[in-house]
């Protein structure tokens, strides 16, 4: 009754400077707790989880990127057909086997103009070690970057070669469009692909086949 008082009657400055640390963890533990469904409270608990690591970065691990620690995965021994769905206003993909879900990712999708298609699609192809043949940068012979972020029909700098842009776990849904490991701002950012965490996109890709499902939807 004296915990529903204090949560009524909000935090108060003297209130949190005289609670111990431990104390407001723990109500602010039992808070999330008890908002979550059965299957979130089950997730939250379950030791076996393999979470990216609090405080980590995304996809190619650059210095500033977003935490994540929203990505998951709990498929492993779980078995069933594989689908994937990914919810373009929530930059979030969801894994299912046999209809339950037993992985997220964070993802950037396709910014303005670049706009990931939305729709049914299938995985078409796999290549770990995908480079791309459209976009990348522009690079020395030495192979330093002249210019960065370029398209192949950008022109080109004097005595400079195009180099494409590296897309590891690359699962090919549709056209030049696919889910592989890329950086993540936080946002929209792609030309049209949808970026992983490299941890999550190496885990897609062992558990996709040539075939499984795909649905993006807006």
């Known amino acids: 009754m004296q915990l529903l008082t204090f949560l009524r009657n909000g935090l108060s400055r003297a209130a949190l400077v ?27 608990a379950n030791p076996n989880i393999s979470y990216l690591p609090f405080g980590g970065s995304y996809g190619s691990e650059q210095p500033g990127s977003p935490v994540d620690n929203i990505s998951y995965w709990d498929g492993d021994g779980i078995q069933g057909p594989s689908s994937v769905t990914i919810y373009l206003n929530e930059q979030r993909a969801y894994f299912y086997k046999g ?24 995985i078409i192809q796999k290549d770990k070690d995908h480079v791309s043949n459209l976009y990348g940068d522009f690079v020395d012979a030495a192979g330093n970057v ?27 849904i549709t056209g030049g469009v696919g889910m ?23 885990t897609f890709f062992d558990n996709v086949q040539v075939g499984t499902p795909v649905t993006v939807v807006k």
């Open 18 to 44: 005289d609670m111990s640390e431990r104390g407001l963890l723990a109500i602010i533990l039992a808070i999330i707790l008890a908002g979550c469904g059965n299957s979130e409270r089950s997730r939250l």
């Open 99 to 122: 209809g339950q879900l037993v992985g997220v990712s964070q993802v950037s999708a396709g910014r303005e103009g670049y706009d990931t298609p939305a729709g049914t699609y299938k």
């Open 180 to 202: 592989h490991q890329g950086y993540l701002p936080g946002y929209p950012a792609s030309h049209g692909c949808i970026r992983m965490p490299g941890k999550m996109a190496e």
């Open 146 to 172: 002249v210019q960065e972020n370029v398209s192949i029909k950008d022109p080109k700098p004097p005595g400079s070669v195009f180099r494409g842009a590296p897309m590891p776990y690359f699962m090919r």
